[in-house]
């Protein structure tokens, strides 16, 4: 047999593994379950596509965004790989049974959570032998699951305990707690863990405090005239992005806004200008990110408190993905946290929807109307029926209570990291369960940071020169005139 060294080279062009891989890799041969914590940038992806090439049989990716799996298989496609498909709602009804039909011939096989329990998929998937599943961000398991898609948490259940390949759950960012509901939820078997650091050193932690929100602005239109991109401000509400990125184009700054409630195709072709360059700045709700792969992100900017303490880990974390040096400033307004607090449960049942769901079942209508009713948004209602399905209905109620008190201590924690005079650094890391084992030089806004000496100065392009430029070249070439 090849030796795994042998095989990275043969199928990816590498020469030697990245810490971790190979031992992930190695056990995940050995058909053990394993949980792998490896910050972006490290080669998650590989630690399933290698194994893929060593084994006969496909690999399951579970995988929470569709941008990401779309991502995923695009990248695969490019380095020839062919046997690889996306399961997921953006099929029509025809290349879904197409798909189906034809599912145990592919290596590598993407597919949503709401896929997963689906009937159909699961009598095919039953049907045939699989080497190896995937869950791909796994924490999503346990930060999206109570409350956003509670689809994560029927994942274990579908999978079943006897008779399955290994696990293999990758994240970049997990807390001790995260990672033991990982481990319960998907019913794995005394996994292997592989935990690497979370700190990313290269990334500068700055926070800054204000008397106004307005203060905030003015610090941002400030900074980002004079310091350069490409870099990412994350704001809390949709209408927020789009002032805010009004503000930036009158001062000539590229950019846009992006948020859950735009348009599809209009997500993409920013993210695309994003990621091509055209466009400096992206000042976006927490929608934006996941899926981006930009390696050369030199700033994130919160203009409002992340909601968690992962979220924010996420959020910045999007910087400096080629390991140079960049700048995540965190920017602090008083009365912000009372905002955050009310953001992070504005979209959320409440007990008169509880009440609400009980009415429609005794009418024997189907819960679900509340949405068509404008009763409760979508989101909402998804958490709401998950719970109504496990639980007694005043159980129900004090989970819910309970799950907005934590969403509330969350934020909380983050204001830790505003309040502290210690290492920020070090709050995070310890936040995971970790230690920090060094601190970089400019480590954060408590220990000293020069952000000059961190990012370039913005060098504004002279969008007149850079035409004429243009046609010169178009000239020379058409022409012959130099
Ligand atoms: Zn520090």
């Known amino acids: 047999m090849l030796k795994l060294e042998e095989i990275l080279n043969k199928y990816f062009g590498y020469s030697e593994f990245r810490p971790g891989q190979k031992e992930v890799i190695e056990k995940v041969l050995d058909g053990q379950d394993v949980i792998a914590l490896l910050p972006t940038g490290m080669g998650k992806s590989l630690c399933y596509q290698l194994p893929g090439y060593i084994f006969n049989k496909p690999v399951l990716i579970i995988s929470p965004l569709l941008s990401l799996m779309q991502d995923q298989v695009d990248q695969m496609k490019q380095f020839k790989e062919k046997r690889v498909v996306a399961l997921n709602s953006f099929l029509n009804p025809a290349q879904k049974r197409a798909v189906l039909h034809y599912l145990h011939e592919f290596r590598f096989i993407f597919i949503s959570p709401e896929m997963l329990l689906q009937e159909q998929v699961q009598q095919k998937l039953n049907a045939m032998e699989l080497s190896l599943i995937v869950v791909d961000e796994a924490h999503c398991i346990s930060q999206w699951g109570f409350d956003f898609r509670p689809d994560y948490l029927r994942i274990g259940q579908v999978i079943g305990k006897e008779n399955r390949p290994p696990i293999l759950a990758l994240t970049a960012t997990a807390t001790q707690k995260v990672l033991g509901d990982i481990e319960s939820y998907m019913e794995m078997r005394n996994p292997y863990k592989f935990i690497h650091s979370v700190d990313r050193p290269n990334i500068h932690l700055g926070k800054l405090m204000f008397q106004g929100r307005e ?255 243009w046609k010169k070249r178009l000239e020379k070439l058409l022409l012959g005139i130099s």
């Open 215 to 469: 203060d905030k602005i003015d610090w941002i239109l400030d900074h980002v005239t004079k310091s350069a991109g490409p870099g990412i401000i994350y704001t809390q509400s949709r209408s927020k992005t789009e002032s805010l990125s009004q503000r930036l184009l009158q001062a000539e700054i590229p950019c846009a806004a992006y948020h859950g409630g735009m348009d599809p195709l209009d997500r993409q072709f920013i993210q695309q200008q994003f990621i091509d360059g055209s466009l400096e700045w992206i000042v976006a709700t927490n929608a934006f990110g996941m899926g981006v792969h930009k390696q050369n992100v030199r700033q994130v900017i919160h203009e409002s408190l992340p909601s968690n303490m992962a979220n924010y880990m996420q959020e910045f974390g999007r910087a400096g993905r080629d390991g140079e040096d960049s700048l995540a400033v965190l920017l602090y307004a008083e009365g912000d946290e009372e905002l955050a607090k009310f953001v992070g449960i504005d979209d959320y049942p409440v007990d008169a929807h509880v009440d609400s769901y009980l009415s429609y079942r005794a009418r024997q209508e189907l819960p679900i109307s509340m949405v068509h009713n404008g009763e409760i948004s979508e989101t909402a209602f998804r958490v709401l029926d998950y719970w109504m399905h496990q639980l007694h209905p005043a159980e129900v109620k004090q989970r819910l209570t309970s799950m907005k008190i934590e969403k509330m201590r969350a934020v909380e924690e983050v204001m830790d990291l505003i309040d502290t005079n210690a290492c920020m650094r070090e709050k995070l890391v310890h936040y995971f369960g970790q230690e920090l084992e060094s601190k970089p030089t400019d480590c954060c806004q408590c220990c000293g940071i020069e952000y000059q000496s961190i990012v370039q100065p913005r060098v504004k392009k002279d969008l007149a020169a850079y035409e004429l430029n």
